[in-house]
DNA sequence: CTTCCACAGGAAATCCTGGCGC
DNA sequence: GCGCCAGGATTTCCTGTGGAAG
């Protein structure tokens, strides 16, 4: 039944999109002027779709209490002006890590403000971010404008109360001033303290530079800073552990603040590369974030759609049957939520005011193509002759195809666009790496007398691997390959 | 039971690229 | 700008193998 409907798009399919938003305009609505009246007409399913994006972070996270609250525990130290051990968390994908860390690092600072104790937390992606320089920098330059924004409000409120002082000298009993004179020059120091703070640049300065810089930065004022690496893992994976190293002893000099460390990774293993010192001044406290089972993932999307979608605009096996989709994969709650947005999005479009197992069973299906499009779309060059050469044996009706028949295509195939001619050896890598993403099934089987070999099967829709494939510069003019493979079987 | 196909897939050698210190 | 090196991709060379055919 999914298969049925792509011919419509025959045409468009040169220009391969996979954004469900843009194909919505092509695809009904053929009226001048009338583009977008249907969409708008038809009573709306979301009442608010942000809610159900990766980004959001939601006030109340379900089944998350337990680690949380070891969290806070961990972290109320930094409200008692202490410092709070480091943290490790550790999670696969959708397990709500870094919404919680979000979410107690917002009650921190809340809080902190509350009792008017200094305490803050700063975020860094680690994959946006992700060199020892740019991580040093970019806290740097944060801290900086902190101390900017202190700075200038001391600064007013000791002009004011030199001013103050002036009418009325008194007024100084109180402070930590003993004349106007002491004031006075406690302002100047302020002023020119302002003027020496200077931001990091993007790049340019050695990298101790930068570090000491950011080390005054942070030690300029009394505070704790809570520093939250996600995607720790990566860092580490792309620059070493240099920066961890530097961050965890930073302790031992600073004089009035004190730093202290949450690391978020989703590779449990990750740590086998750190320098013990590290390891270990790191991991003080480790909190496990396990996959959410389908009753909990239920839960989640209870309550998110509350906020989502406008009442009654699920049907009710809507919401069990994403859970049970995504709790298969692993338990990742953004998958459970993107396949609801989606399904609701799939609703929208068929003008229907309800989101029915139907939508979501689509939904699913169109994140799967999306997936394989985009993995296919990104393969290099020379696993992409591979695919399209199984491809090419797929559409003249071979099934269970032998790496032999796969290597004999893709030479023609290389000698048609002028590539270079990897070795059967490779090719068979190459088989295997495109099995391991899913997009061929490859298993090994003998065939006695006639030998040992893989058979290959595509495991995604033709057609769209075709446009795929096609799109690629280089494999556009391919097409006059097919005599070959004919030629083949004649054979 | 032996043979022998048509590869799989391990190990080491070689090529290539990009970063780094000077 | 240059040599050096690490580490990834690829090649070369190789041994191993399940089971139909004989």
């Known amino acids: 039944?999914?298969?049925?409907?792509?011919?419509?798009?025959?045409?468009?399919d040169r220009d391969f999109d996979v954004d469900l938003d843009d194909v919505l305009e092509d695809e009904e609505d053929d009226e001048e002027g009338g583009l977008f009246d249907d969409l708008l007409s038809g009573e709306p399913i979301f009442e608010n779709k942000e809610v159900l994006r990766p980004s959001y972070t939601p006030h109340e996270l379900p089944h998350r209490n337990e680690q949380i609250n070891n969290m806070a525990t961990i972290l109320v130290a930094a409200l008692r002006g202490e410092t709070p051990s480091n943290i490790l968390i550790y999670g696969k994908t959708g397990t709500g890590k870094t919404a919680s860390a979000k979410y107690v690092s917002q009650e921190l600072e809340n809080?902190?403000?509350k009792y008017d104790v200094p305490c803050e937390v700063e975020y860094i992606n680690c994959e946006v971010t992700d060199t020892q320089y740019r991580v040093?920098?970019?806290?740097?330059?944060t801290f900086i404008e902190q101390n900017r924004d202190y700075a200038r409000g001391r600064i007013r409120d000791i002009e004011s109360l030199i001013e103050d002082a002036e009418d009325d000298p008194s007024a100084l009993a109180e402070t930590e001033f003993e004349s106007v004179r002491?004031?006075?020059r406690r302002l100047e120091d302020l002023e020119r303290d302002l003027e020496e703070m200077e931001e990091v640049p993007m790049t340019g300065w050695p990298t101790d530079r930068v570090y000491s810089v950011f080390f005054e930065a942070v030690d300029y004022v009394e505070r704790v800073a809570v520093i939250m690496l996600d995607e720790i893992d990566k860092l580490v994976e792309k620059s070493g552990d240099d920066t961890l190293y530097n961050l965890s002893r930073m302790n031992s000099e600073l004089d009035n603040s004190r730093v202290s460390i949450i690391g978020i990774s989703n590779d449990l293993k990750f740590t086998d590369?750190?320098?013990?010192?590290?390891?270990?001044?790191?991991g003080e406290e480790e909190i496990v974030f396990p996959p959410y089972d389908a009753n909990q993932l239920r839960d989640i999307l209870q309550h998110r759609s509350k906020d989502a979608f406008k009442a009654d605009a699920l049907s009710e096996d809507v919401i069990p049957l994403c859970a049970a989709f995504a709790a298969q994969e692993h338990g990742d709650a953004r998958r459970a939520l993107d396949l609801l947005r989606t399904a609701g999005e799939l609703a929208e479009r068929d003008q229907s005011d309800v989101v029915t197992e139907e939508h979501v069973r689509r939904a699913q299906d169109k994140i799967e193509l999306d997936r394989v499009v985009e993995v296919v779309r990104t393969l290099p060059t020379q696993s992409k002759l591979v695919l399209f050469a199984i491809m090419m044996l797929e559409k003249h009706g071979v099934h269970n195809i032998n790496t032999g028949e796969v290597y004999n295509i893709y030479k023609t195939l290389c000698d048609e666009i002028d590539a270079d001619v990897l070795t059967q050896r490779r090719v068979t890598d190459l088989i295997s790496e495109l099995d391991m993403l899913g997009i061929v099934n490859a298993v090994v089987v003998s065939k006695g007398r006639y030998g040992r070999t893989k058979e290959i099967n595509l495991s995604v829709p033709i057609d769209e691997t075709e446009a795929v494939l096609q799109a690629d510069s280089r494999l556009g003019d391919i097409e006059n390959v097919t005599p070959f493979v004919q030629a083949r079987f004649d054979n």
């Not at 750190?274 to 390891?279: G, N, S």
């Open 1 to 12: 039944m999914t298969d049925d409907e792509p011919n419509e798009r025959r045409t468009a």
């Open 111 to 113: 809080t902190s403000r």
């Open 136 to 141: 040093l920098a970019q806290l740097a330059n």
């Open 182 to 184: 002491d004031a006075e």
């Open 273 to 282: 590369f750190l320098d013990p010192r590290v390891k270990s001044s790191l």
